[in-house]
């Protein structure tokens, strides 16, 4: 059984940085894409970054130069290094995994609040 679980996550002025961990189980941690979404008061999840499991990374417009996703296959764990953390960064945290691109295992959700 897959399990996910993520940590990092906390209250931050905006400006300011975290980093999010993701330490995965039940798989085979190298093949497997993983990826971060995100889940803000009142709006859709929305996908944040993905590594896939050869190590090419994606990010989406708003978050390309701030955000860096990154793993340790050793460690069996993903990073998202966030930087110039802004008020509409807040939202709950959510690492993903699959054999594809389309996640099939979720982890239970870190919360990230940005003050102003």
């Known amino acids: 059984q897959v399990q996910l679980v993520e940590t990092g996550g906390g209250l931050v002025q905006a400006g300011g940085s975290l980093r999010l961990s993701c330490a995965a189980s039940g798989l085979t941690f190298s093949g497997y894409h993983m990826h971060w979404y995100r889940q803000a008061p009142g709006k859709q999840r929305e996908l944040v970054a993905t590594?896939?499991?050869?190590?090419?990374?994606y990010y989406i417009d708003s978050m390309r130069g701030r955000f860096t996703v990154s793993r340790d296959n050793a460690l069996n764990t993903v990073y998202l290094q966030m930087d110039t953390l802004k008020p509409e960064d807040t939202a709950v945290y959510y690492c993903a995994a699959g054999r594809t691109l389309t996640p099939d295992s979720w982890g239970q959700g870190t919360q990230v609040t940005v003050s102003s």
């Open positions: 590594v896939s499991s050869g190590g090419s990374t």
